[in-house]
């Protein structure tokens, strides 16, 4: 590294000392938003598990894993791809489904595959 780099940087003409820490934390900001940025670019996440609930007018479809216990909603749009189910009402409580999702920017989970075990 060059002797030019010791902790400073020049800002309006005169030299800013900053501490290692406050670099640290803006390497650390900086590798946080950018993992949030890859895990929020609409990745399909795939998942399974038992129905809790079937909302047909709200074409949503609430979820356990049993594993994690984790809890989730997903909603079946016109671009959901359906295997083994002719209509959201052939699922009921307690059907083991399987499929994947995807996360919108407002959280939500939009089912992109969904299908009856």
């Known amino acids: 590294m060059s002797s030019y780099w010791k902790g400073y ?11 290692r820490l406050s670099f640290s934390g803006i390497i650390f900001l900086l590798c946080f938003f950018l993992s949030v940025a890859v895990l929020a670019a609409g990745d399909a996440v795939p998942f399974s598990g038992i129905v809790k609930k079937v ?3 709200k074409n949503k479809v609430g979820i356990k894993d049993p594993d994690t216990k984790k809890r989730f909603t997903v909603i079946v749009t ?6 083994g189910l002719k209509t959201l009402g052939d699922l009921k409580k307690k059907d083991k489904v399987e499929g994947k999702y995807t996360v919108t920017g ?12």
């Open 78 to 83: 016109e671009k959901t791809k359906p295997d």
């Open 106 to 117: 407002a959280g939500l989970y939009i089912a992109l595959e969904l299908m009856k075990k």
């Open 9 to 19: 940087f020049k800002q309006g003409g005169k030299m800013v000392k900053i501490s």
């Open 55 to 57: 909302s047909l007018d």
